[in-house]
């Protein structure tokens, strides 16, 4: 059983359209953390959430931390082609001590 | 820029061999981890490193040690490498504060054959 279980696991849409991809755990998190991965490459911090609720914007991407700091989502908005890639969460119980969760694989065919 | 530099891209190993897949960070970070991805199964902790010469195992430790003599390095040792090691190895370094940011290398495809 996976620390953190992100879905869904694979998501393949036409460009312009918006998603999102989800993070749940049944552990409070301090923070979350989401990345992406292209093919070949490591992954590579997109955000930090921090606060219960909070919301971050990153150009088209929105960020959001649940209430109860368990769970946070990621909504990308006229996706492109080049969002293509893994998108990953993170979070620990220790800032040390990082898991990940298995990620959303997204195409953005064009 | 930080930079975590791993030894190899491609390696490719026989059954039995002992195999070091060596990281090397540029940032002075107190942290490193090194994982492994697998289709489906997303990246999974082997060990981690908070210090120099300290080390704690993550969720897959099994068949893998570490060594970490130095802060800037942190090697990953497969005693025996078997079929069921290849796979996509990542290591990773942090900064240690709450919260903190992983910096990833480029990772190692090892093949055990």
């Known amino acids: 059983t996976q620390l953190l279980e992100q879905s869904p696991q694979f998501l393949s849409i036409q460009e312009g359209e918006n998603l999102t991809v989800y993070c749940n755990s049944s552990s409070v998190f301090s923070s979350l953390q989401w990345y992406r991965q292209e093919p070949g490459e490591g992954p590579v911090l997109l955000v930090t959430v921090v606060t219960g609720g909070e919301v971050k914007k990153l150009k088209r991407l929105t960020f959001q931390f649940g209430d109860a700091r368990k769970d946070s989502s990621l909504h990308i908005t006229a996706a492109q082609t080049g969002d293509t890639g893994l998108y990953l969460c993170?979070?620990?119980?220790?800032?040390?001590?990082?898991?990940f969760g298995a990620g959303t694989r997204l195409t953005v065919k064009p | 820029d930080v930079k975590v530099t791993q030894s190899s891209r491609y390696l490719v190993k026989r059954t039995g061999e002992k195999v070091f897949l060596e990281c090397v960070q540029d940032m002075d970070h107190e942290n490193m981890f090194w994982y492994r991805q697998d289709p489906g199964l997303g990246l999974r902790l082997i060990y981690f490193?908070?210090?120099?010469?300290?080390?704690e195992k993550g969720d897959i430790p099994e068949g893998y040690s570490v060594s970490r003599e130095k802060k800037e390095r942190f090697s990953l040792i497969l005693e025996s490498a078997s079929t069921n090691q290849t796979s996509m190895y990542l290591c990773?370094?942090?900064?240690?504060?709450?919260?903190?940011?992983?910096?990833f290398g480029q990772g190692t495809r090892l093949t055990v054959v």
């Open positions: 990773a370094s942090s900064p240690d504060r709450n919260p903190s940011e992983a910096f």
């Open positions: 993170a979070g620990g119980p220790r800032v040390h001590d990082m898991r």
């Open positions: 490193s908070y210090d120099v010469k300290m080390k």
